[in-house]
């Protein structure tokens, strides 16, 4: 019966005034509801506004389908006026956002901006208030919603923060931004890291690799920041642990590209962690896939400088904790590594036998 309704509120006055009144989210569903007048467009977005107030309506309205159909920039006074009349209402505040941006209404974007840069109302208004300026608004505007977050006090809303970074340019101060946003990031639960992984592995994604080191490096601080948790081989910092695999794709994204910052200390690093890091169950990150155990050992430079990061790194834990030598190869590797070592890395080990200052060195190789 509904959509007959829908259909049928275009063609006759009385039955759109009595569907108005009782269910006007109906209207919505029907072929093109902007073909309504002004005024009963109106009318029909003020009765959804106080439904939704009330908390007594279809969620179809919701949909953004419905939205596009009924929102259009002819709306906008009527717009102002239930943004001001409903501004205690997040819900309310939402929906009309959506509308906004929805319907293409370019004379509300200073009330989306206010919404965007005010930290005192519910994230997923500003989250709407962000999609809204970003369709709508300038460069300069966007530009000066994620200037006024990171001033922001309170820790920063995950769910604010992946809309930001999915509308940053791939650019180095987008780099350095998104250190400083995750300076200040909410302490998040286990499996929460998640919401984050899905915009930073698509600024990864776009971003090239000129400038992706950039990202590794400002990632490197939080992954060693204490305290950490220490397992096996690895050591990582049980606050930031869960962007280790994200720095991991980006270190990917440079060893496929043979790029020389794959063989910076910060990339080493990464790489050396990881195969003990996925034995944790800690974090909420261990789908993330990657080809690494085959890239590795196919550059042949790559694989020789991380092999003996993981001897250094692994001498040094050795002799503060233990107080143990290294002298085997398989001490190095007994946990997981993605060296490895052929016939074709034969010159390459008698160079360093021959070249090795010190004598423990040598005997990995026996």
């Keep these: 019966m509904k959509p007959i309704l829908s259909w049928l509120v275009l063609r006759d ?17 029907g072929e093109d509801p902007s073909r309504l007048p002004l005024e009963d467009r109106k009318e029909i977005l003020r009765s959804i506004c106080e439904k939704i107030d009330s908390n007594f309506y279809n969620r179809a309205i919701d949909e953004s389908s419905s939205l596009q159909r009924f929102a259009s920039p002819d709306l906008v006074e009527e717009v102002k006026i239930l943004f001001e009349e409903h501004k205690s ?8 956002l959506r509308l906004v941006w929805q319907g293409c209404i370019h004379q509300a974007l200073p009330k989306a901006m206010f919404f965007a840069l005010n930290s005192k109302v519910e994230s997923f208004v500003r989250v709407a208030a962000v999609q809204a300026v970003r369709l709508l608004g300038s460069k300069g505007d966007f530009e000066e919603i994620i200037e006024a977050y990171l001033l922001e006090e309170e820790p920063h809303n995950k769910n604010l923060l992946t809309e930001l970074i999915y509308n940053l340019d ?17 302490i998040l639960e286990k499996y929460e890291p998640m919401i984050l992984n899905y915009p930073l592995l698509d600024f990864i994604t776009r971003t090239d690799e000129s400038i992706l080191f950039q990202f590794v490096k400002g990632i490197d601080q939080f992954l060693r920041s204490e305290p950490v948790i220490a397992r096996r081989d690895c050591e990582i910092s049980k606050k930031y642990g869960w962007l280790l695999p994200i720095s991991l794709k980006a270190v990917e994204k440079l060893v496929l590209s043979k790029h020389s910052d794959a063989l910076q200390p910060e990339s080493l690093f990464v790489l050396s962690q990881i195969p003990g890091f996925e034995d944790f169950s800690d974090f909420g990150s261990r789908s993330i896939t990657h080809d690494l155990p085959n890239l590795v050992p196919a550059w042949q430079e790559l694989n020789h400088q991380l092999f003996w990061h993981e001897v250094d790194d ?12 290294l002298r085997s190869y398989w001490q190095v590797i007994l946990f997981g590594s993605y060296c490895k070592f052929s016939e074709n890395d034969f010159e390459l080990i008698i160079q360093d036998i021959a070249t090795r ?5 040598w005997l990995l190789y026996h």
Excluded at 89 to 96: A, G
């Design 357 to 361: 200052s010190i004598l423990d060195d």
């Design 13 to 29: 006055e009385k039955i759109m005034q009595k569907v108005c009144r009782l269910e006007p989210e109906i209207i919505l569903e």
């Design 89 to 96: 209402s997040p819900q309310v505040v939402d929906y009309l």
């Design 314 to 325: 692994k001498r040094k834990r050795l002799a503060e904790k233990q107080g143990k030598f």
């Design 170 to 186: 791939s650019t180095d101060s987008a780099v350095q931004w998104i250190v400083k946003a995750l300076d200040n990031v909410q």
